[in-house]
């Protein structure tokens, strides 16, 4: 079978998500996979070599799409170790900071004399411009977030920044959890294009207070907000379910301050509040297409409503219309 490239899920105004396939099979041997395979991972990348470690039938892809100045592709292959030599930096004038987040199975990263162990929960850098190797002996899937080093240096001024590479950050530090706001813009890329890219704004501010507070500098104060407004997003849709969780409550378990809070999510109209509220509804209408025997009360109580009555409301505020006829409809 020869190389696939599906291109689809297109959004006005952004390069569309392509998706990239290379598989061995009939038509094609294991060598002429690689071959393919080594191409796209360049185009996609930076020039790279690229071997096969022996284990049958060869399975690789790329799934990518641009926000702006930031690439964030999911690639995922059987084994195979892929190569930044200095040849290839020489031959080539782009520079490039990159974050891997390992989704699917472990691999091995060295660069700079480190060596890293990295799997599922944890974040890694590595830098274009000096040699690197990655090395999965297993079936391997990250998230690869990438941006241009010039763009870091002029707008966050990150000169001279002694960023640890090949070192795993692992979920509860700032890199992690920029981590998961990165792992799950790829999964919504996949299936739902236009809130990525609204949900992508962030992004670079939030790569580059990673990748500040990697150094142990400390974030200029907006890239300071981005973490704490992320790591605010994640203790919120994790305990949104619950009834008692208010702004107090928030507060509280991101150890900051009322003010804190209100001021890193100064952009939301709102505040807070209405963030909370959101997911709660985005809770509930996953449960209204996902189960529908379940009765309309318990969706209300699963979703962190304390009443029905309120439940009603918020969902007509949110979504034009009332629960029972959103399920109707879904």
């Not at 790569?207 to 507070?213: G, V």
């Not at 949104?240 to 969780?245: H, K, W």
């Not at 379940?294 to 969706?299: G, I, Q, R």
Request: aromatic share 8%; with cysteine; hydrophobic share 40%.
């Amino acid at each position: 079978m020869a190389a696939i490239v599906i291109e689809g899920w297109g959004v006005e105004g952004l390069q569309p998500v392509n998706r990239i396939e290379v598989r061995s099979g009939l038509e094609q041997t294991s060598t002429e996979a690689f071959e393919r395979w080594e191409t796209q991972v360049s185009a996609s990348y930076v020039p790279l070599a690229v071997e096969p470690i022996p284990s049958g039938r060869f399975v690789g892809y790329i799934e990518s799409a641009s926000y702006g100045e930031m690439d964030v592709s999911v690639i995922g292959s059987t084994p195979q170790v892929i190569r930044r030599t200095g040849g290839l930096i020489a031959r080539s004038a782009d520079e490039y900071l990159l974050a891997s987040i390992p989704t699917v199975g472990t691999a091995r990263l060295c660069q700079d004399d480190r060596v890293a162990d990295v799997g599922p929960g944890g974040i890694v850098f590595y830098d274009s411009t000096r040699p690197y190797r990655w090395d999965a002996s297993e079936r391997f899937e990250q998230v690869v977030v990438q941006v241009p080093l010039s763009r870091l240096r002029e707008r966050y001024g990150v000169d001279n920044l002694e960023l640890p590479t090949a070192t795993v950050f692992s979920g509860n530090t700032a890199p992690g959890i920029v981590a998961g706001f990165f792992r799950g813009l790829a999964e919504l890329q996949r299936t739902d294009p236009e809130s990525a890219a609204l949900l992508s704004a962030p992004g670079m501010d939030l790569l580059a207070a990673a990748a500040i507070a990697a150094s142990g500098r400390a974030p200029r104060d907006q890239s300071a907000d981005a973490i704490n407004r992320q790591r605010v997003l994640n203790y919120m849709r994790d305990n949104c379910a619950d009834p008692d969780l208010g702004v107090d409550r928030i507060a509280e378990g991101c150890r900051m301050s009322r003010r804190t809070l209100y001021r890193v999510f100064g952009e939301f109209e709102g505040g807070p509040g209405t963030v909370l509220r959101r997911m709660r509804i985005e809770r509930a209408c996953d449960l209204l297409r996902n189960a529908p025997q379940l009765p309309l009360s318990a969706v209300a109580k699963a979703s962190g409503f304390l009443t029905e009555r309120s439940f009603y409301r918020s969902f007509r505020l949110e979504m034009g219309t009332t629960p029972g006829a959103f399920r109707t409809l879904a």
